[in-house]
């Protein structure tokens, strides 16, 4: 009852009343009036109710506000952690340099407040979301800290008083628990309900989460009260099961148990039947026959039901018990909770990690309590995490989740090491990895498909497919980067074992078998999974624990690791059922127990000093261990050679990955590394043959020229040995794991990479296999990237073509690399793609010719290797054994003799091999041993085993099988006719069966059996004694093959070395091509470079330098060379051997001649065209500057390549690009560009652009003027004018109709609109939008036109009025008209219809009128701002010769004329005549027209020669510039005037005043502004409007020369204008000069002034002509002004004050760092949403910011980028992305990427910011993109142009 009274007072009394009681000594009637209360506030079936967080909130404080509370307890905040909790897509940073875990991470505020400059650090979006580690140094050094954190903040804080958070212990409980029973009342298993209904029960509790997160922020004190809440178990136990009789709770109870029973590892009622197993030993042999037991169940209990877990095993197998080698069987209960804190969790996993509970939790840890208890709650749930993790549907967010909390608790070594000890964390790590695979195995069929005991992974499952290990492989992996941790690890031999059987799991995953018939149908893609999996899942835990087998003190864990791995290993051979030879057609590229292995044995030798054989197992097991990775190097070779082609692509895509440099050092280089260890300790021979063996080229190692080969059709051959060979060399000269430094490794493949291809920084760190955990981002070695970067390539600053494409920074190699570092074998090792190898070669080519070294086609150049480590001498012997002297030989003699499918390559390779045995002899002492040996050779080939004597030994005779049809039967029947003769004595027969003896016989296949057979058998002696019969080894047939083969004997008599000098005089084609002298004087040193004749001479001269016997025998050989036999000429196998590169090159010089003639060709033609069609030499397109003749202009058709002249029927035009454009309005007056704003205080105000002032003076004008006359005083067009540009070719406007409708129909996707009459110019692919249709002929009175005249003033005055009044005459309806008509409706739809309207009636023939003329002077402004400004550069620009002004104007004209001006109002005669009677002609209705001093003269220019008909004489033209000239001086006056201060006015005007009445006069700027200055002081207001202020605006004092220079000044725009049209209508020159004689040279142009006078004594007044008197006309021009009543005085001022100067058009000034702008705009709000937009950009031409496809700032279906792009550019616009330092470029309806701007310390951009180093601005490209901006040229220079459909 009470609570009711008390839930009636309003709950501040209520609050403070409450808080009151509990303070008291004896406070039970407070408790109990507390809890009464609470029970009725919140009560849980009430549902989420906000008027129980009101009361929360007034209960906790106590009384006081709720936010006077939170700011009392943030002041006692004793936290030394900033612990800022941020979620996915945060902006965080990262230093390398401070870090201590490599996941450490900063937020923005704490990386700014810190010191990290030159620290190795990067910004980057957070994935999964993270927590600010600044102030924990178990995370960071200290130095890191920012200043915030750095002080020890806990120290001076005072204590908290007992009474300010006592509401908050004793309310928070009852807050929390209610919290739990709504979330158990609220779940349902997944299985029944939808993932929705959780996400309604989690909305609704949104405010009460949020409430306790706004608790954790308020600081330490506040965090302390909630950790003794959530971690009291005595709190739990009270309120957990429910009070009294509350039957809600009493329910939702009974549901939180049955959610419990399924969170078990192993759910009850499997545990009743697994109890047996249990009891189980714990003896290491639980772990091992798990991989036994797990395929034997599998396979037992197939046909049992699948267990209730609802997880699909393959097959419906039931899962194998684990709990065999368990230490501690909790890990398998069902969860018991003794805390909030844990129940919390529990159903933050049930809940799949809602972001709200993470972030609370995750906020809570900076309080050391709460994290070590979360730690091990965390720990305790871990396997139900997983449970939960494999049955999600949104498992990647749950990923990020995951990983998101673990992140921060595994970090910590200290925590981890805790856990580890206390909680058995690597064992519930390693058992729940192990029981989430075993989810999805299934029965390997490697090897004996039918008897296979082994299971693996299924990579097709779900769980492997989306990575849904990843959080669980994540954790592990970190904690593993803890040394006390892996130390554990290593130390605790059951889970050393658990891990083994974990790894066997992915020991022949994704198993390949070839398709020999069809072409498979379905490729699958599981090998991304698959090779993701054995990255992820087993090499990086690997790598993990290598980094604490460094130093000699850890040895033992070494060799424990590798004996395990053996004993793994062998269980897996015994399981597939392994005996000696593996199963045809099969590959797997996945070992991870043979590279464990490996990369351990590696370790052990490398680092701490262990005996390799120690490692080693029997040879038997070496055998076996050496024969999957030697399967996967031939099968490399395979796939290369198209023999797994009907498997589809992927397979390609495995063969690439394996090598790829993400994976190498995990895949190939271990493989390879394995096999060396394999060679170092096998025999020799025995190895060399099983490599040819399984390389499939057994049968092509003949000395007889045709053979059969049972498994590979003849164009696999060549490929297939070059394969064999190129492994062999990469096996004995790689030195990557034996003997080489870590700098040195990095050197080479550093420098290997660079040789492909020069690089970008970013890429080449990509390239370079990292070493340890790639999260570390530790690059190996000691010496830094960097520093070895620097001393092996040179820096490429990034360039800029001309043709606007991009370069970033490059590394390119140094000279000296390319000498002498330069590695072909680690090339090949490394590239993914085989055209590198090729783009190495070509590179080393271009620099040997370059430096001059040798200009032919180079051989890969053979390099000296680092010494191997001691324990791997053996691999030497491979170099020194009969088998591989016998392939060379044979290999050498097939060269000679010009068999098939020998190949440069193949010579290289084996040249290679050769030396590398000169270069790596044998010990010596094995030498005497030899002969005993000798005696069990059953081969006579060679004496010995040593490469230098092998060399010169003479062979015979060999015997061969070869088929019945091949050559050398042929000869031998021959032989055996000429035997039959009776001449023939008995000695010769007995030399033959000598010989016969004596034949070599060469089997490798029988060779290696025996060799097998030998060392299985050793302990039985008969065996070896039981040699087989010499003819067994030619009995020996594949089963099958066709049985034709016959015995031949061949006559050799060759050595190697004599076969080698043979080789020698075929590479020279010449004989004698080798004197011993040449050779005595090579020096090895001196001939690293070059072809095989280099090559081959090198080694000669190595094998006599170190032989005396070789010496001799070359000697020999030299000296009696004869002229080798020339083989049979087989031409088929001619064509094979000549090398595909020489085929290449004889393509190439085709195909160059047949370009060089086709382009004389081409040359011839057009000179005989151009001869016979236009006489005078280039005038086809260039008419305007041409000099006039008497013929028409001719003009060529790029379509249809006719010439001819332009007709009224068939009219021709020039290919145009129309666009709108607001360059011009854009510009300020200042010179300096605008800053973009990067903090709130700056801004940008649009007022003082070029536009807004045109806009403001019309629409001032409009107000008070009459409205078509407002229109003829002004231009527009400075925003969204239309600016005409085009290429310069012309067609027939016929042919371009039908080119139209040709692109309609095609299909192909281009990057234009042709529906919008878009297209590229059929010549030079040019955007266009329009076609200008050029004027019919320049008759022959164009010569008249030009002629200067003697006219007086007057009359040409005259005549230029008789013209105006000369009605326009309308053209006859013809083709050409219709086009004109067309372009002029082009040019209207160009631009938005708010550029066009500025009439009082829109659509009015004067707003049109305006348009018009404004479309002319916006080319004319433009080519002004191209030409810089001014028209000092002269000359026809580059931009003039392609200017189509002259026939832009033609079509305004011919459009103009319709509208004839009213005579009563036309300027002209205000200009030209003084009238006499100013009485107001009109009536009070109707505005006053504008008076003459306000109007724009150039616009009246562009009217007056617009409206007369044209052409227009020069003479009538130039008495137009002078009328005109006289108008805008005196606006320069008065302009002038108006600046004056009132004492300078009244001096002037005294000094004009005396002047008026000198002769001249009226050419005295003096007496012309005292004049100007008398009249309009008579208009009282205009100078008494600004007296005030304009003496401020003129500091300085006005001289003479700064009044002349400030006339010239304001002239000066009108006068370019004048020119630059003159040079377009009549074709003249401009001639350049200095910028402070332009005014001289533009008067001069003109023809103001005679003769050219120095610039000195020129006076800008003595240009003016006058045709009336000079005072009376300016008297009447400003009596227009004052007889205007009700005209302001201030707006007066305004329109009389012109400045016609503007600076160029820039784009904003940006700040030099990226950051500046990133920090800035990153998080600034949408104006329009107030939310921070996704993706937001910035406009670099007005500094708006917008959102890129934000749906918030959408209009009418637009976005916002597109409608800014429209108001702003008039539908251009460049947007800088903020988000991704990407500029792009909205052009139209199209955009395209531009690129970025902003380039990081390598000269390269960062898109998307992914790589988050600091970047600084690059202002070469800055002001490339402003000149593309300004030349309008966006659309010709990017090529990438794509439609946005409104959507940007």
Known sequence: MMAASLLRRDKKTTAAHLKADLRRTDNSSGQRQLQELLDSVLNPERGSDPEALEWCKWLLAGGEGFDEFCRTVRSYDNATLCGLVWTANFVAYRCRTCGISPCMSLCAECFNNGDHTGHDFNMFRSQAGGACDCGDGNVMRESGFCSRHRLKTGENVPLVPRDLLLMSEMVLPRFIITIIQYLRDGYVEPESAADRDLQKVLQQLEPQISFLEELTKMGGAMRTVLTKILTNQQTFKELSMGQGENVYAKKNYEKYLSALKTSGLVSAEERGSGGAAAGATESPGGALCLLGATAAASLEDSSKEEDQDGLQGVGQRKRVKLSSSTKDPSIMDTLKHKCFLEELLFWTIKYEF???????????????????????????????????????????????????????????????????????????????????????????????EDNNRHVVVNCGEALLKNNTYWPLVSDFINILSHQSVAKRFLEDHSLLLLWMSFVSFFQGMNLNKRELNEHVEFESQTYYAAFAAELEACAQPMWGLLTHCRVKETHEYTKTVVRYCLETLQMWFDAIGFVDEPSLNQLTFHLPLHRYYAMFLSKGVKCQGLDLDSLLPDQEMLMKIMVHPLQIQASLSEIHSNMWVRNGLQIKGQAMTYVQSHFCNSMIDPDIYLLQVCASRLDPDYFISSVFERFKVVDLLTMASQHQNTVLDSEQERPMLEGALTFLVILTSLRIHLGMSDDEILRAEMVSQLCMNDRTHSSLLDLIPENPNPKSGVVPGSCSFEEMLSAVADFKAPVFEPGGSMQQGMYTPKAEVWEKEFDPIMVILRTVYRR?????????????????????????????????????????????????????????????????????????????????????????????????????????????????????????????????????????????????TPASTSTESSTFGQNLREAQVFSLVAERRRKFQEIINRSNHEASQAVRPKSSSSRWLPPGSPPQLVTEILEIRESMLSLLVKVHQKLSAKQNSLSFSRLSEVDPAQHSHGDGITAIERILAKASARSRHSKRCLQDICGKVSPPIPPKKNSPGDKKSMDKEERRQRARERQQKLLAEFASRQKSFMETAMDVESPEGDAVMDMSTSEPLDSEVLYDCVICGQSGPSTEDRPTGLVVLLQASSVLGHRCRSETPKRLPTTDEEHIYPEDTCGAAHDVRLSVMQSYFKDSSCLQSVSIGWDGGVYVQTCGHTLHIDCHKSYMESLRNDQVLQGFSVDKGEFTCPLCRQFANSVLPCRPGRGTETGIWHAPSNKSMATLVKEVEDLQEQLGIFPAESNLSKEMESVIKDIKNTTQKKYMDYGRNPGSPDNDFLFMYSVARTNLELE????????????????????????????????????????????????????????????DDERPEVPMLFRD?????????????????????????????????????????????????????????AKKNMPNSNKSWESLLGHVISELTKAKD??????????????????????????????????????????????????????????????????????????????????????????????????EVFSLADTPAQQSVSLLAQDPQWAAPRLLQLPDNYNTIFQYYHRKFCTSCNKTPKDPALCLVCGAFVCLKGHCCKQQGICECVLHSQHCGAATGIFLLINASVIIIIRGHRFCLWGSVYLDAHGEEDRDLRRGKPLYLCEERYRVLEQQWVSHTFDHINKRWGPHYNGL
């Open 1582 to 1679: 205009v100078y008494d409007s600004n007296s005030e202020d304009s003496s401020v605006l003129s500091s300085s004092v006005w001289s003479p020369q700064s009044i002349e220079f400030s006339l010239q000044q304001i002239c000066l725009p009108f006068l370019r204008l004048s020119c630059l049209l003159q040079h377009h209508l009549y074709g003249d020159g401009l001639p350049g000069c200095p910028v402070d004689e332009e005014f001289s040279l533009l008067t001069g142009c003109l023809g103001l002034h005679a003769s050219v006078q120095s610039t000195g004594s020129m006076s800008s007044a003595s240009c003016l002509e006058w045709n009336v008197n000079a005072f009376d006309l300016i008297s009447q021009w400003c009596s």
């Open 836 to 980: 590198d190898v090729q783009s190495a070669m070509d590179r080393y080519a271009a620099f040997l010719k370059q430096s001059g070294v040798h200009t032919g086609n180079p051989w890969p150049p053979y390099k000296e290797r680092t010494p191997l480590h001691p324990c791997y001498r053996g691999l030497v012997r491979l170099l020194h054994c009969k088998t591989l002297h016998i392939v060379i030989f044979t290999l050498l003699y097939k060269i000679w003799m010009d068999h098939q499918n020998m190949s440069e390559h193949v010579l290289c390779m084996v040249l290679y091999l050769i030396e590398l045995g000169l270069d790596n002899q044998v010990q010596e002492d094995k030498v005497e041993e030899e002969p005993c040996i000798e005696e069990h050779c059953h081969d006579s080939w060679f004496p010995g085993t040593s490469l230098l004597s092998n060399l010169h030994h003479v062979i015979n005779y060999v015997r061969v099988r070869v088929p019945e049809t091949a050559p050398e039967v042929e000869r031998k029947r021959e032989r055996e006719r000429e035997r039959e």
């Open 354 to 448: 809602p972001q709200k509970m993470v972030t609370f939790l995750l906020n809570m840890l900076p309080d050391q309590d709460y994290k070590i208890t979360f730690t091990k709650t965390f720990v305790q749930h871990y396997a139900f995490i997983m449970k939960t993790l494999m049955k999600s549907h949104e498992s990647d967010t749950m990923s990020n989740r995951i990983v998101h909390i673990s992140v921060q608790l595994f970090s910590n070594e200290e925590l981890a090491r805790h856990v580890t000890e206390e909680c058995q964390l690597l064992d519930i790590m390693v058992t729940v990895l192990l029981y989430m695979m075993e989810s999805c195995l299934i029965k390997s069929e490697l090897q004996d």
């Open 1424 to 1483: 002004l701002v191209h030409r810089g400004g001014n028209l000092c550069s002269g000359g026809a620009s580059a931009a003039a010769k392609r200017s189509c002004l002259n026939q832009l104007f033609h079509v305004l004209a011919m459009h103009m004329r319709l509208y004839s001006i009213d005579s009563a109002y036309n300027p002209w005669t205000r200009l030209t005549q003084t009238t006499q009677s100013r009485e107001p002609e009109f009536c």
């Open 1497 to 1553: 003269v150039p616009s009246l220019l562009i009217i007056f020669i617009l409206t007369m008909p044209q052409p227009l004489r020069r003479e009538h033209f130039t008495c137009v510039v002078k009328v005109l000239y006289s108008l805008q001086y005196t606006q320069a006056l008065v302009a002038l005037s108006i600046r004056f201060s009132r004492e300078e006015r009244r001096a002037w005007s005294h000094t004009g005043a």
